[in-house]
């Protein structure tokens, strides 16, 4: 999970999971990434979690405007479990939903991907829609797609989409799950700009092969911090 100062919404996230079943409990690893933020996550309460959860802070050093390819990809690398779940802060997942996204995942489709079905949290008769930037893929799988592109670091938007088309370029199936859902809090994102035409510029230029995928992954640097 990226985080940029997002104290509160963070402690929420760790209210959640520790209200996980030991089923979910025994079988999730927490890894938390500090996109060089200026408020750090509250390491005391990331200890007492870390007692009922298997949890990990890792910082970003380097500070690079929106940095999410790179925070992603940095947790990919880092996890050493066989899915990869991606998941913004601002969006809570119940025991309900993750425990129903794991029984998915026993069902070991081959060359899938899962989304899965967001509410606005204040707002639990809104339509459903679904979440544009999360979701749950084979750690493996992710690297062979390409992983996320960091040359859309340094400016907001576009990510998830290029990642997808790559995806489906390999021919991989986006599998979006009506059984799963998640809330989104409205007070959870963190307070950038989101001016999209940069990034959705180099999206155009790199669907059309004017400009390749990069591979350059990782570059800046990072540390895991100590709780």
């Known amino acids: 999970m990226t985080y940029y100062n997002q104290v509160?919404?963070?402690?929420?996230?760790l209210d959640i999971w520790k209200s996980y079943s030991d089923y979910l409990k025994n079988n999730m690893k927490f890894i938390i990434i500090d996109d060089c933020s200026?408020?750090?996550?509250?390491?005391?309460?990331?200890?007492?979690?870390?007692s009922e959860l298997d949890i990990a802070l890792y910082r970003i050093t380097d500070d690079i405007f929106f940095n999410v390819p790179g925070a992603v990809n940095l947790g990919a690398f880092i996890t050493d479990t066989p899915w990869f779940l991606k998941q913004d802060m601002d969006t809570t997942v119940p025991n309900n939903s993750m425990g129903q996204l794991l029984r998915v995942l026993s069902e070991d489709k081959q060359n899938t991907i899962y989304k899965y079905y967001r509410v606005?949290?204040?707002?639990?008769?809104?339509?459903?829609?679904?979440?544009?930037?999360?979701f749950c893929v084979r750690k493996d799988d992710f690297w062979k797609i390409g992983a996320w592109d960091e040359d859309f670091c340094g400016n907001y938007g576009m990510n998830d989409p290029f990642f997808f088309h790559r995806a489906r370029a390999f021919g991989y199936s986006i599998e979006e799950r009506k059984d799963i859902k998640v809330y989104i809090d409205e007070n959870g994102e963190s307070d950038i700009v989101r001016d999209v035409t940069a990034n959705k510029e180099l999206f155009n230029k790199?669907?059309?092969?004017?400009?390749?995928?990069?591979?350059?992954?990782?570059?800046?640097?990072?540390?895991?911090?100590e709780l």
């Open 206 to 225: 790199k669907t059309s092969d004017t400009l390749s995928w990069s591979d350059e992954y990782l570059r800046f640097s990072w540390e895991r911090v």
């Open 120 to 134: 606005n949290g204040t707002k639990t008769s809104s339509p459903f829609k679904i979440t544009p930037g999360q």
């Open 38 to 50: 200026q408020e750090m996550p509250d390491k005391s309460s990331l200890r007492m979690a870390s």
């Open 8 to 13: 509160e919404m963070l402690n929420k996230q």
